[in-house]
């Protein structure tokens, strides 16, 4: 399978404005070919093909006098903003004609022009640009330079290629793309059902309560200061410069200790357990009502994509559970459904005289549900549908050649 390493970078002054010139270069050419498009297709001009669009946005843009200095930067920074642009357009047109939804169920977005304002810039090297790791241990681009790397674990394999990343905080990381096999961990026979909520994070159907770690809510005090000073300062002033990048600083800190808990915690509940069932929670829904801010603080859906790769890394099985199963008014004990369940009520007495607790019951019929739908009425197993992505950078896929086990990696 295909897995991204994030490291993070430290380039000098001079790396850092190079840096900059292949963030602005590729932005250009992004634009630069989106507006080709658009203003083809209000003339009534036939569709610009991805070759024809590359040698008048590249090739003939670097032999103009307004756009000679595309050649400051490697080729392939450029292709490969081009490369983003058609992905985009292939995918808008897809969803116009219903041929593709995307992972979520919604349709992909007309594609937009790229801002030199966006908190996030991003280029990407492939092995045609021959970028390399040195002995030292540096990572040297072409036309950049050899940038020092905090190495927090080596890379298992060489990288198909790296993207380096400026965030809003100020900070650059560089996230390699390397293909890494199978790593199973020994069988156990212990299996789980996890109700997610907001009171506790987590309850496991064997009665195990992990409680929220409400990592926005804890910072809010140290946020809403930053803010504050930030509202005070001149807009395009360099104080208020400075104020910004406090505030995107103190958001990176909760974003990051957010990411570290619930890796911990997948990562544990994967190693202890052959299988692992959730409910498919719609958390986009949930995050417009009231519960917005907890329903955000709590990362469900990072948390469930971390489950989903790791299980197909370490050999276990995953499997989500229809969104609309009763998991809370379901009596674990005779199978009554309750008429009503509202939010408040934490407890509750079966006409059978079993007293539940609401979330270890869910968390018990999701493991029934999870198990009776693994294995059909001939007792094998069902096939399960496709692991997304764990974050959003680069395409991770299954190979063809590899052989399935419990679901499909990566």
Not at 51 to 63: H, P
Request: positive net charge; aromatic residues 6%.
């Amino acid at each position: 399978m295909q897995l991204r390493y994030n490291y993070r970078v430290y380039p000098d002054a001079g790396q850092r404005a190079a840096l900059a010139r292949a963030f602005g270069s590729a932005r250009v050419v992004f634009n630069d070919g989106l507006r080709m498009r658009q203003e083809a297709r209000m003339r009534g001009l036939p569709y610009i093909s991805d070759g024809d669009l590359s040698k008048r946005v590249i090739t003939q843009a670097k032999a103009s006098p307004e756009r000679s200095w595309l050649g400051e930067v490697s080729a392939v920074v450029l292709q490969q903003a081009l490369a983003d642009l058609n992905t985009a357009c292939r995918d808008f047109f897809s969803s116009l004609s219903g041929k593709r939804k995307s992972r979520k169920g919604r349709k992909a977005a007309t594609p937009r022009f790229r801002s030199r304002k966006d908190s996030r810039q991003a280029v990407r090297f492939t092995k045609n640009a021959r970028f390399k790791v040195t002995e030292s241990g540096r990572l040297r681009l072409p036309k950049i330079g050899d940038v020092p790397v905090r190495w927090s674990r080596s890379l298992p394999s060489d990288p198909s290629s790296v993207t380096v990343i400026k965030d809003s905080a100020g900070r650059y990381f560089a996230s390699f793309v390397v293909e890494t096999s199978d790593e199973p961990l020994p069988e156990t026979d212990s299996v789980v059902g996890i109700d997610l909520g907001l009171t506790h994070f987590a309850t496991l159907s064997n009665g195990t309560k992990i409680d929220n770690p409400r990592i926005l809510r804890r910072a809010a005090k140290k946020l809403r200061k930053a803010q504050k000073a930030l509202s005070r300062k001149e807009k395009g002033s360099a104080n208020r410069k400075k104020a910004k990048q406090v505030v995107a600083k103190a958001y990176a800190k909760v974003t990051g200790t957010r990411r570290d808990w619930a890796h911990k915690l997948s990562t544990r509940i994967i190693r202890d357990n052959q299988a692992v069932y959730v409910e498919d929670l719609a958390v986009s829904g949930l995050a417009r009502t009231k519960l917005a801010k907890s329903v955000h603080d709590a990362g469900w859906s990072q948390f469930v994509s971390m489950l989903e790769y790791k299980a197909a890394r370490y050999g276990r099985h995953f499997g989500k559970i229809d969104r609309w199963f009763p998991s809370s008014k379901l009596c674990s004990s005779c199978g009554a459904i309750a008429e009503s369940m509202p939010l408040n009520v934490r407890s509750w007495t079966c006409g059978c005289g079993i007293t539940h607790d609401r979330d270890i019951n869910a968390a018990v019929n999701i493991l029934a549900a999870g198990l009776a739908e693994r294995r059909n009425d001939c007792g094998a197993r069902v096939r399960p549908g496709p692991v997304p992505a764990p974050r959003e950078e680069a395409v991770t896929r299954r190979e063809p050649h590899a052989r399935q086990t419990g679901i499909s990696v990566l």
